[in-house]
């Protein structure tokens, strides 16, 4: 047991996780509480934030909340002095943060023709420019010790595209390439100290995708039944299912790895669809 608990711990460490307040960044920064780290949740609202913050605090754990947009880079600058005044330093990087647009979605009864570019602008840069601005602001702590670890978050329409989603699969696809990416730099230029990957979750009910996938009384659209029933597992994900696979590539447990994206997605990414 004491062996396990030191190959997965994050005791000593200090985590930040974009969109913490989220469906997903929340479970994410209670399991990171919970294996030791400090947690920052970053997240647009402050209150939200805050409140989330002192949940972790109340169980026993060390967390701040801060509000940031992860396209303000003067509001990330802000965000990370005041975590280096805080913890002294930042060892993990979760970018959490990322969503859809309806203009950038191509429903049924529309094409290619009828997208909305401003909206997939808007898409693209939340999911995509959104990980690379605050890799960028709080990468440097981890470059100066050449010490970190960075989780990207990908999907499965970055492995497979799927239909609809337009620009944010676009800008998935440019997260798991962005990791890989990122992950050789770090590695050639600052050493092995400092590792990237992605976790590509699988479907899971949020705020995000609860339009595409419920209908206003809570049953299945016909995309969501479509996804249940090419989903092995025969249901959406439960956010903490992602936890095991967030710490595993936040320890050492995976000093060895970098550059990967692991699905955790109930067998879909595996299901040829017969
Ligand atoms: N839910 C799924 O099935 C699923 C599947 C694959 C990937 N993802 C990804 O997981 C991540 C978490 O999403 P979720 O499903 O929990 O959705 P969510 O909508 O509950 O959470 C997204 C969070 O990002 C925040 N956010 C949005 N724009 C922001 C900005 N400009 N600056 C700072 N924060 C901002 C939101 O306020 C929210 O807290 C996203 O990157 C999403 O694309 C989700």
Redesign the pocket.
Known sequence: MQYLETLFSLKNKTALV??G?????RALCSSLARAGASVVI???RKEAAEQLALEIVNSGGRAIGIS????DKEQLVAANKRVLQEFGSLDILVN????NLPGAIITPDKTIFDLDMEDFKRVVD??LT?SVLPTQVFGQTMAANKQGVIIN?S??TALRPLTRVLGYGAAKAAISNFTQWLAVEMAKKFGEGIRVNAI?????L????RNLLTKPDGSLTERGELIVQQTPYGRFGAPEELCGTLLWLCSDASKFVSGIVVPVDGGFSAFGGI
């Open positions: 974009t969109g307040t989220g469906v997903l960044g970053v997240g647009r940031a947009d992860v396209l959490g943060a990322g969503g939340l999911n959104g978050i999907s499965m590509a979750p699988g479907f899971f949020t705020e995000q995708n």
